[in-house]
């Protein structure tokens, strides 16, 4: 096992990534409507149940 950070105790990771525009739609939408709620949502899509935030990280 390699130590790759220490002192933290969470890991925030971005991914690029091309996706359809049907699921960016999708997301933007669920994500507006997290920001409305103010509150994680959960989302389905194709069968895979998600949380969702209206930000990314802790941010």
Do not use: C
Not at 39 to 47: A, K, T
């Amino acid at each position: 096992m390699t130590v790759l950070h220490r002192g933290f105790d969470t890991l925030a990771l971005a991914v690029r990534a091309n996706i359809p525009a049907e699921l960016f739609e999708y997301l933007e939408a669920e994500k507006d409507r997290a920001d409305q709620e103010r509150r994680e949502v959960l989302i389905d899509y194709n069968g895979v149940q998600l949380h969702l935030k209206a930000h990314g990280g802790n941010g």
